[in-house]
């Protein structure tokens, strides 16, 4: 499901709002796609990137963030 407002969500260690969200990625909201009923979004979409949500951890609920160039410059 593609939402264009942003929703709050947690894992065990971090609560992510937007603030919170925009600080770690270094840009600025524009989507979020969540797969499966999960309790995180699989996709964030930013002005500048794609960002692959990644469950980090095992035993508990932790995410990464793997951020992709949305317009990459070939030369």
Do not use: Q
Request: hydrophobic share 45%; proline share 4%; glycine share 2%.
């Amino acid at each position: 499901m593609l939402v264009c407002e942003w929703r709050d969500f947690s894992t065990d260690a971090e609560t992510y709002t937007l603030e919170a969200f925009e600080e770690a990625v270094g840009d600025e909201f524009e989507a979020m796609m969540f797969k499966d009923d999960k309790e995180f979004p699989a996709f964030i979409w930013t002005v500048n990137y794609v960002i692959l949500v990644k469950r980090s951890a095992r035993m508990y609920t932790d995410v990464s963030f793997e951020k992709i160039p949305r317009n990459p410059v070939c030369g």
